[in-house]
């Protein structure tokens, strides 16, 4: 009887309750990091949804204001619009272009927005004061955002 005794006197763990901690502790742990990495992608795939709506934004508005300035327009398709100021001189044009397999929006030779623009509709309407731009860009994380304006030509002089 004196080596039980001994025995429950012993205080500690055995291996196995060790082992149950660490699996049971290993799972908190992995839990937790899931948990901070979801929301992670969630704050980063937020975070870029804002810069493509201050993209789409900033191209509409660009455009817009060009066309307003603009002596006249020309639009050869609807993929592209030329800004002429009033002595003739090409001002600008905006385009979508193929660059390694990707469509961009260009102004003058430059890329306008980083995110791939998957739709650019430029359209007059009938009374040619005025062209309808359509945008639709899509960034990295699988965000699309879609804007139309209007931009009316100041001095109402449209070729197409």
């Known amino acids: 009887m004196r080596g039980g005794a001994r025995r429950r006197l012993r205080g500690g763990y055995s291996m196995i309750e060790l082992l149950v901690a660490l ?8 839990a937790l990091g899931h948990i901070v990495l979801a929301s992670q992608r969630s704050w980063t795939w937020g975070r870029e949804k804002v810069t ?5 934004a900033q191209a509409l508005e660009q455009m817009e ?3 307003h300035k603009a ?3 020309t639009v050869p398709d609807s993929n592209q619009f030329r800004v002429f100021d009033e ?3 090409r001002r600008t044009a905006y385009r979508r272009v193929n660059v390694g397999g990707r469509w961009y929006l260009q102004e003058g030779g430059h ?5 791939v623009c998957t739709r650019f509709r430029v359209q007059p309407n009938n009374d040619t004061t005025c ?5 639709r860009l899509v960034d990295a994380y699988g965000n699309v955002m879609v804007g139309r304006t209007t ?8 070729a197409y």
């Open 52 to 56: 493509l709506q201050a993209n789409m």
């Open 65 to 67: 204001r060009a066309a």
């Open 111 to 115: 890329v306008l927005v980083p995110p």
């Open 23 to 30: 699996v049971i502790g290993l799972i908190v742990v992995l």
């Open 87 to 89: 002595n003739g001189v």
């Open 131 to 135: 062209v309808v731009i359509t945008l």
């Open 151 to 158: 931009a009316t030509v100041r001095n109402r002089t449209l």
């Open 71 to 73: 002596r006249w327009i």
